[in-house]
């Protein structure tokens, strides 16, 4: 477990501290510290970068390396004890050295001209040496361990080694070496600091032959590397080191890494690639990381620092019984989102060449003044501030091919021709104006944004006209002042006129497909089948459709999100689905992984997609099957740009308000948090956190199971130990996240501080079962699920990873300190999706389950994408339909009689097992009686009786407990009537047990 201390790390571009005393060395053996210091004391990390050089772009980004080593630190496995203050050139605050329990710099060195390194200006290094003396760790990276001569001594005792720029005979006197290079970088093995770094190539500027101590005690080399001697043979150098010393007898302990490499940012973050370059290197990454972690006095992780795209990323367990992917997957690399059409407009985060990101951005191509003008206009207007931040000219955007494209964020795809800086504002009498981003209106030849800025309606119009694009106000706006730089600002004589309707629509006329019709399933008796739609894989647009969305219209009229930014309308879904319509309805969304149908009073549908950074209403004003407006229904949700920190699901309940699943990071207000939005759009409020990557949601509606509840499922990974079920009422919704009753666990999570006590899940589902969790629906009651039998109003649990669908059972508990309910889960027998099934919608007026699924990571998908329909047919039911769980046994119903075969305790196997939840991804399936033993512990029967209608048994189970998996397995018959013959009842119940209640008292018995 984390230790519930919070840790401050500063990373900070120069200054020093009071010379040291003499005092001894640290055992290297005592390297690492105990878990026990580091929750004595919480720790400050200070992070400081130089004031920007003369450097190229990508090389010496002081200010951005020090805002990505802020960020991934934050959402790191260690970030909950951590506190970051950060500080370009030098902190202003006088005291940020006296609290600070970790220095990090990165600066410009003092050989051309002292004062550019910062600690070599006043007294700062005098502030140095006190911080080091008291303790402090330091680390300087790259350009900021030039240091000079005259303070050789003291910078072995505060930093353990320099580039020696002035003891020489070298180029400009120099004792030292540079050298661009692309080695394999070798490790010590053994030290903390390298825990979890692998050796590695690195193409960076290595600096070598440096001044390091003459007494080795308590330092250690850390990375080495084959670099060249001035005869031009090589050697291998040291060009990371460590050093750790008492700093007097008894005193505290100092603590310090240098690192020479350093020089382009792309090896930490990625950013400013160019042609051919590769992106970061993550053992680079978790090398600079470790370090700060060590340096401030805590204990470095097994396995390493791991930063927040780590911590969600899935590793192999031998135990798996689907593996998990990794980048060896074959798929893991796919560029096809680059051949994409994506429209006339993205919404997404986008960062601008100095490392600043837009998080609410929506890049548009201006229309050509002429047909085949060259080369293509874009621009990115940020939705919070209504400001046209940047413009290039050439390709669209860069999208990543890692992962689908949808683990990273895209980039400009050229240069930007001109950039307004992040003060650029709205202004209105010399005041920065209010501005709230309203819609955007498409169609065949114009895209407009709509924005309410100081009360007046002000829009911005890439129409190709003019310039191509401007602002447009009417009279009402005389006072207010576009941003300079930027686009103009006209002032109309008349109120904004309604911009000219196109009646072309952009996409043209449907894609054709059909569908094939399932046979019944032998598994399940013939009970199901699963009919399968044809997708439009093939498509004008090269559209990818990883299908992540779903609602129908009453008229039985689907709308389906896909991944990467559509939304289709889908026409031809009932009956036998020999001829389906797909238009493309809209496009441009920031990864939709939600979409809901709302039906007014009146009856009318409204479409809602869910994307990162808002819900927005589809209207399409001419029913062309082209949405024309896309309104911001609610904007409120809080985003750092990071990659893998979706919004998934969109349910609305009886009222209308709409509920999601948020991840990302715990430093936003919603991050791991379950989300509502009130009906009107006017409010954003929390009703649970402590998630931590949860697609799976539903809501339960009147005369079904859980009535009135939100169910949402997690995904097992660091403190999930296998997927969990939650049961949550959404009256607890609550407008501060700090504030939410419901806690599911995952730590770090946003606004909890540890992970003591939290709420338990009804359910957990074991591997075998989901290995990674989709939505929930519920079997439609009434006359419309009459086929369905008395599984009528049964929950039905989709799971991404197995592509499969399970009957989930429950059972209320009303017991103190336990949840709502208990349950079940079984897989419906033979029944398999073609992609990971995240989302499922009863059409209208039926019992038929259509689903939506996509590929992804962590699932058996054999496609991109998936439309298919689970339809009951004629044959009867022959599965489990309510389980009732008592202290001495578990009474089972089922759907149809069962033989006397099911009366023989032998037939039945039942097993339980336990979870660990910690900080490693998962857990082992553990014995209840011994949880350090990884298996099974086994619950005999002692006796199986069946009911007088052959329809329920009841198993006493002596060894029954409360415990968070258990298994009930069985091959039982149907017994034969008029109709049938015997069949086989296969049972396959993964259950959890919270509460047993009282002893049966037999058939008939309360």
């Given amino acids: 477990m984390f230790a519930s201390a919070a840790l401050s790390v500063l990373l900070v571009a120069v200054p020093a501290p009071p010379p040291f005393g003499d005092g001894g060395s640290v055992d290297p053996s005592v390297a690492r510290a105990s878990a026990a210091e580091a929750a004595v004391a919480p720790r400050t990390v200070l992070l400081i970068a130089g004031k920007d050089d003369s450097h190229p772009a990508g090389t010496h980004e002081y200010e951005a390396t020090v805002t990505a080593l802020a960020d991934y630190l934050k959402d790191s496995n260690v970030g909950e004890r951590l506190k970051i203050e950060t500080a370009v050139g030098w902190p202003e605050d006088p005291t940020a050295l006296g609290r600070a329990d970790c220095v990090f710099l990165y600066s410009a060195g003092g050989d051309r001209n002292e004062k550019d390194h910062p600690l070599l200006v006043g007294d700062r290094w005098t502030q140095l040496e006190t911080a080091a003396a008291r303790g402090c760790g ?44 692309e080695p394999t970088v070798d490790v010590t093995a053994g030290h903390p600091v390298t825990e979890g770094v692998e050796p590695h190539k690195l193409h960076d500027e290595f600096y070598h032959h440096l001044a390091f101590p003459m007494a080795k005690a308590g330092w250690t080399p850390l990375l080495s590397a084959p670099l060249p001697n001035d005869d031009g043979t090589k050697a291998e150098q040291t060009v990371a080191w460590a050093l750790e010393r008492a700093v007097n007898a008894g005193g505290p302990t100092h603590r310090a890494v240098g690192f020479t490499g350093g020089h382009f940012e792309k090896n930490l973050s990625g950013a400013g690639q160019g042609e051919g370059e590769e992106g970061a290197e993550p053992n680079h990454r978790r090398f600079l990381l470790n370090a700060i972690v060590w340096t401030a006095g805590l204990e470095v992780p097994a396995g390493g620092v791991r930063t927040f795209d780590e911590l969600w990323t899935p590793v192999s367990r031998s135990d798996a019984k689907l593996p998990y992917e990794t980048e060896g997957e074959p798929d893991w690399i796919d560029d096809r989102i680059r051949r994409t059409d994506p429209g006339p407009f993205s919404f997404s985060s986008l960062t601008l060449p100095d490392g600043e990101k837009i998080l609410k951005g929506v890049a548009i191509t201006v229309p050509a003044a002429e047909p085949g003008a060259d080369p293509e206009r874009h621009l990115c207007v940020d939705t919070l501030t209504g400001v046209a931040r940047c413009g290039w000219r050439g390709p669209f955007l860069d999208h990543s091919d890692r992962r689908y494209g949808l683990i990273d964020l895209p980039k400009f795809g050229a240069s930007c021709d001109w950039v307004l800086p992040n003060s650029a504002r709205w202004t209105v009498g010399g005041e920065v104006a209010d501005v709230r981003y309203d819609a955007l209106t498409a169609d065949a030849s114009h895209v407009t944004l709509h924005f309410t800025i100081a009360g007046e309606p002000v829009r911005f119009v890439a129409d190709g006209a003019g310039f191509g694009y401007r602002f447009e106000v009417g009279p009402g706006g005389e006072n207010l002042k576009a941003p300079a730089g930027g686009p103009r600002l006209r002032i109309l004589d008349d109120a904004l006129p309604p911009l000219p309707a196109d009646p072309n629509p952009r996409w043209n006329g449907p894609l054709v497909t059909a569908g094939e019709l399932g046979e019944p399933i032998e598994e399940a008796g013939g009970a199901f089948a699963v009919d399968t739609v044809e997708l439009p894989f093939t498509n004008p647009h090269e559209a990818l459709l990883y299908l992540s969305g779903l609602g129908f219209a009453p008229d039985g009229t689907a709308y389906v999100a896909a991944a990467h930014g559509d939304v289709w309308q889908v026409k031809g879904l009932g009956g036998d689905l020999s001829r389906i319509e797909w238009r493309r309805f809209a496009t441009g969304f920031y990864q939709p992984l939600g979409l809901t149908v709302r039906i007014t009073p009146e009856g009318e549908a409204e479409v809602f997609a869910l994307g990162r950074d808002r819900i927005t209403r589809l209207i399409d004003v001419n029913d062309d099957g082209e949405a024309d407006v896309y309104e911001s229904f609610n904007a409120d949700l809080d985003i750092l740009g990071q990659p893998h920190a979706y919004a998934m699901g969109l349910e609305t309940d009886e009222a209308g308000n709409f509920y999601f699943l948020k991840s990302g990071s715990a430093q936003t207000k919603q991050g791991g948090c379950l989300v509502q939005v009130t009906a009107d759009g006017s409010r954003m409020n929390v009703v649970a956190t402590g998630f931590r990557h949860p697609n799976g949601l539903g809501f339960c509606p009147d005369g079904c199971s859980v009535a009135g509840l939100l169910t949402a499922a997690d995904n097992e990974g660091n403190w999930v130990p296998a997927t969990p079920l939650h049961l949550i009422d959404p009256g607890v919704a609550v407008s501060d996240a700090e504030a939410a009753e419901y806690y599911a666990g995952f730590v770090p999570t946003a606004h909890r501080e540890a992970a003591i006590a939290f709420d338990p899940p009804a359910l957990w589902l074991p591997r075998a079962v989901c290995t990674s969790a989709g939505g929930q629906c519920w079997v439609p009651c009434g006359e419309r699920g009459e086929s369905w039998g008395e599984l009528a109003g049964s929950m039905l649990h989709l799971s991404f990873g197995r592509c499969t669908a399970n009957l989930v059972l429950t059972e209320a508990l009303h017991a103190s300190g336990v949840p709502r309910a208990q349950g079940v889960a079984m897989p419906l027998p033979g029944v398999q999706f073609l992609a990971g099934v995240c989302r499922g919608r009863f059409f209208p007026g039926t019992a038929d389950l259509w689903v939506c699924g996509l590929d992804g990571w962590q699932t058996a998908a054999v496609q991109d994408g998936c439309l298919q329909r689970l339809r009951r047919t004629e044959a009867p039911l022959r599965l489990p339909t309510a389980v009732r769980t008592y202290r001495d046994g578990l009474e089972l119903r089922f759907a149809t009689e069962l033989t006397d075969a099911a009366a023989d305790p032998a037939a039945w196997q039942v097993e339980a097992w336990t979870y660990l939840r910690s900080a490693d991804y998962g857990s082992d399936e553990l014995r209840p009686s011994d949880p350090e033993t990884e298996g099974h512990d086994l619950w005999p029967v002692a006796e199986a009786t069946l009911s007088p209608d052959g329809r329920s048994v009841f198993l006493s189970i002596p060894r029954l407990e409360p ?42 018995e309360d």
């Avoid at 050789?152 to 180029?171: I, L, P, T, W």
């Fill in 138 to 181: 330091v680390v300087l990276l790259h350009w900021s361990t030039f240091l000079p001569d005259r303070l050789d001594a003291s910078a072995m005792k505060v930093v353990g080694g320099r580039f020696d720029y002035q003891g020489g005979d070298g180029k400009n006197g120099w004792e030292s070496r540079i050298n661009f290079a």
């Fill in 963 to 1004: 415990v968070m998996q258990y298994s009930v397995t069985a091959d039982l018959a149907a017994a034969p009537d008029e109709h049938a013959d015997a069949a086989p009842v296969p049972v396959r119940l993964f259950g959890t047990i919270h509460h047993a209640g009282e002893r049966w008292l037999g058939w008939g």
